[in-house]
C-alpha cells in the first residue's frame, strides 16, 4: 500500500443537495482506539453519523463515514473539522515504517473564561453555544446567580485550535459573548488559568443514595422512578448484541441492532477502546428508521479471537449497558432546593463526553427553566470515573418542581435532547 500525503489522509465532499449526507473518508496509518477518537470528534462537531465502513489490517486503516448535522442551526466549519480528524491520525511516514504507538500529546493549557452579566431565561446556553462555535472546549464550570439578578460564570476551557495564548483569538471570544449578551454584559476576562483550576476540578461529592440512582447499570421500568422513559423505555430493551465465530478463522463476528441514539457509534467504539478490543472490519447502517445494525469483526490486544464464553458474555453485556444506558438524568432534592444530575462515563484516556452542557442547557432553555447554579465535576465509582453535571433549578409558575409529573417531564426532555430523539 502506498503512502499518501497527510492532507490527503482526510477527504470531506459535501453534500449536493441540501439533506444529503456529508462523506468524511480517512485513510492513513491505524491506531489503537482511532475509530474512537474520530467518532469523538465528530460528535463534537455537532454531526451525526448515518452510515459508515471501517476496514484495518492492523497497520493501515480506511473509514468511510456519512454525516449529517444533528440540527439545521448547526453551523460546520469543515476545514476546521479536517484539521482536527488529521490531529488524531497518526503520522503519515512514521507510522508506515515504524508501527508503533504515537507519542502522548501535550495537554492543551487550560484558560479561565470570567465575565458576569445580567441573569436571563437561556443565558447559559447561549453562552455555551458561542464556546462551541468557536471550538472551546468546557472542562469546568462554576455558575452562581447572585441575590441581585446577576450572574457570575467561571470556565474553564481548551481551545481546540491551540490559539488563546494569541491577543487576537482572546478578543475574538470575548466580542463573541458581548454580541450575544449586549447590554447585559458587565464584565468578560479572559487568562491562563492558575491555582483556581486546581480549586475546582476536584470530585464531585454525592450522598450514597443519590450516587445508588445515578450509577446504577440498568433503568428502572416504575413509571415513578425519575429515569422513566414513558415510551421510549419498551424500544431501548430491544437492543440486540451477539457474538459468533463461525464465521471468520481469525475473527470473532460482533453482531448489534438496536434503537439509534446521537453518539452511538461513539458509545461502542470507546466501549471497545477502554476493552482493548480491536476491529479489524465493521459496517454501520440504519434497517428502519430509528433502528441500525452493525457488523464488527474483532480480535482481542493479542490477536486472537474471544473464545472465552466469560469474556463474551461480559463484552456483550458492558456493550448493552453503555449503548441503552450512555448518559444518566436524574432529578433530586438538595436541601431546599431542586437540582438536576447528569452524567457520563469518562474514557480510560481521562476525556469526556462532547457537547453534554450543550445539550442540557438547550434542553432547560427550551423549557423556559432558569439554572440558579451549574458545576462540572468527576466522581469516581468502583469500577469508573465519571462526569456530573449538577443544575440547581429555579422555580418558576411554568413548573413546580416538587411536582413528580414535572420532574419526569423534564427528565424526559433533557435526555431526549442528549440522545438525539
Known amino acids: 500500500m502506498s503512502v499518501t500525503c497527510e492532507d490527503d489522509a482526510v477527504l470531506i465532499q459535501r453534500g449536493k443537495q441540501p439533506g444529503e449526507p456529508h462523506v468524511i473518508t480517512v485513510n492513513c496509518p491505524d491506531k489503537t482506539g482511532l475509530g474512537c477518537d474520530i467518532c469523538r470528534i465528530i460528535l463534537d462537531f455537532g454531526l451525526y453519523i448515518t452510515k459508515g465502513d471501517v476496514s484495518t489490517d492492523g497497520i493501515w486503516c480506511y473509514i468511510v463515514l456519512w454525516v449529517v448535522p444533528h440540527s439545521s442551526t448547526i453551523t460546520v466549519r469543515w476545514s476546521n473539522l479536517k484539521d482536527r480528524l488529521l490531529s488524531v491520525c497518526p503520522s503519515c511516514l512514521v507510522s508506515f515504517y515504524l508501527y508503533e504507538p504515537s507519542p502522548c500529546s501535550t495537554s492543551s493549557p487550560i484558560y479561565l473564561l470570567t465575565f458576569c452579566c445580567l441573569n436571563r431565561k437561556g443565558l447559559l446556553h447561549d453562552v455555551t453555544q458561542v464556546l462551541c462555535e468557536l471550538e472551546l472546549t468546557i472542562q469546568r464550570v462554576k455558575v452562581t446567580t447572585t441575590p441581585d439578578e446577576r450572574v457570575l460564570d467561571l470556565f474553564f476551557i481548551t481551545d481546540n485550535l491551540e490559539l488563546l495564548h494569541t491577543k487576537k483569538r482572546q478578543d475574538e471570544t470575548c466580542e463573541q459573548l458581548h454580541s450575544v449578551l449586549g447590554d447585559s454584559c458587565i464584565s468578560c476576562e479572559l487568562q491562563l488559568a492558575g491555582p483556581q483550576y486546581d480549586g475546582h476540578q476536584g470530585s464531585s461529592s454525592l450522598s450514597p443514595i443519590v450516587s445508588e440512582e445515578l450509577f446504577r447499570c440498568e433503568l428502572s421500568e416504575k413509571e415513578t422512578c425519575s429515569q422513566a422513559l414513558s415510551q421510549d423505555l419498551t424500544k431501548l ?185
Not at 433502528?291 to 479471537?305: E, N, S, T, Y
Request: aromatic share 8%.
Open 237 to 421: 430493551k430491544k437492543a440486540s448484541v451477539t457474538v459468533d465465530n463461525s464465521l471468520s478463522p481469525a475473527h470473532t463476528l460482533l453482531q448489534i441492532q438496536c434503537v439509534d441514539h446521537k453518539g452511538l457509534l461513539y458509545d461502542i467504539m470507546r466501549t471497545l477502546k477502554d476493552c482493548n478490543i480491536q476491529i479489524a472490519y465493521g459496517r454501520f447502517s440504519p434497517i428502519t428508521k430509528g433502528h441500525c445494525a452493525l457488523d464488527l469483526f474483532i480480535q482481542q490486544k493479542d490477536g486472537k479471537k474471544i473464545v472465552d464464553p466469560e469474556k463474551q458474555s461480559a463484552l456483550c453485556s458492558r456493550l448493552k449497558v453503555e449503548m441503552l444506558h450512555p448518559l444518566r438524568v436524574i432529578i433530586v432534592n438538595r436541601g431546599p432546593d431542586t437540582e438536576l444530575l447528569v452524567a457520563n462515563p469518562v474514557e480510560l484516556s481521562g476525556k469526556g463526553r462532547p457537547r453534554v452542557f450543550y445539550d442540557v442547557t438547550l434542553a432547560l432553555k427550551t423549557l423556559g427553566i432558569c439554572i440558579f447554579s451549574a458545576e462540572i465535576g468527576r466522581h469516581s465509582t468502583a469500577d469508573r470515573e465519571w462526569e456530573v453535571y449538577r443544575f440547581l433549578l429555579d422555580e418558576n409558575f411554568n413548573f413546580q418542581l416538587l411536582n413528580m409529573v414535572v420532574r419526569n417531564q423534564i427528565v424526559e426532555r433533557v435526555r431526549r435532547t442528549l440522545m438525539g430523539w
